[in-house]
């Protein structure tokens, strides 16, 4: 599985960006996939999480950071992952990434854990000036 994100840029403070995964190899189709993002001189943090359905999603799981201001969604047939960031604080400045966890199931505060994917993307920057 190889996994690409992108989108990423510089937007001020209150503008919004739209981040995309694209995913290769089959084990998409099931799987829970996420975004976390590393701000510089910080660990990665966890940001939202999305389970597969028979459709193009299922549940969701925000940080509480983010809630309210950001939408996971996927579109299955296209391998597709995506991340509707509106509001955009300076804070949010960060490398975004995008990963994979290959077990089936809903998702929940067990998702914050980066330890529970098992495949990542190589991280696409987002800068929020203030």
């Known amino acids: 599985v190889q996994l690409q994100a992108s989108g990423g840029g510089l937007v001020q403070a209150g503008g919004s960006l739209r981040l995309s995964c694209a995913a290769s190899g089959r084990t998409f189709s099931k799987a829970v996939m996420g975004w976390f993002r590393q701000a510089p001189g910080k660990e990665r943090e966890f940001v939202a999480a999305i389970s597969w359905s028979n459709g193009n999603g299922g549940n969701t799981y925000y940080a509480d950071s983010v809630k309210g201001r950001f939408n996971i969604s996927r579109d299955n047939a296209k391998n597709a992952l995506y991340l509707q960031m509106n509001s955009l604080k300076p804070e949010d400045t960060a490398v975004y990434y995008c990963?994979?966890?290959?077990?089936?199931?809903?998702?929940?505060?067990?998702?914050?854990?980066?330890?529970?994917?098992?495949?990542w993307g190589q991280g696409t920057q987002v800068t929020v000036s203030s």
């Open positions: 990963a994979l966890d290959r077990a089936f199931g809903r998702v929940g505060p067990w998702s914050r854990s980066a330890l529970k994917y098992d495949y």
